[in-house]
């Protein structure tokens, strides 16, 4: 099963998965933390919820400066670091492999859509059918259910 948790833009999407995440007390995954730069956004954080563990995932590009770093994909402003988005995919598969459930999982949107970003780690839970929190943007649930096929799924 696939909750969907949504809403618009900087509608509280990834508060409520965190919330959801302490009340279940148990799973894995992570939620998109924002880095603020004054009043520009520097990028996005990823908090591990096991662990509480965070590492930059995302940074707008007026702020990239680290050249030998390896952008996996982009979207708008943003540039999203290929070894920690091969490493997050990792670690979940791993926990999944170890018995972690429900996974959480933040933004699933339209880097996904396009076959991006966490695109891969959402085909794999799909097809093994392991219950998941995912947070998805109000106006794109019916495309991201089409694209990844999801026949079991409710609404948060």
Do not use: W
Not at 6 to 18: A, P
């Amino acid at each position: 099963m696939i909750h969907i948790v949504t809403g618009t833009i900087n509608s509280g999407k990834s508060s409520r998965l965190l919330h959801l995440y302490h009340q279940h007390q148990q799973g894995d995954g992570f939620i998109s933390v924002k880095r603020m730069h004054y009043q520009t956004v520097h990028g996005y954080d990823l908090l591990r919820l096991r662990d509480l563990s965070t590492r930059p995932f995302v940074m707008h590009e007026k702020f990239y400066h680290d050249t030998d770093r390896e952008i996996a994909c982009q979207i708008g402003p943003y540039l999203f670091f290929k070894d920690v988005l091969q490493d997050i995919e990792q670690e979940i598969i791993n926990s999944i492999k170890q018995g972690a459930s429900p996974i959480f999982l933040d933004e699933i949107g339209l880097l996904e859509l396009q076959h991006k970003c966490f695109a891969k780690l959402l085909q794999f839970i799909v097809k093994h059918d392991i219950e998941a929190y995912i947070t998805v943007r109000k106006d794109l649930i019916d495309d991201v259910v089409s694209t990844f096929s999801i026949t079991s799924y409710d609404i948060v």
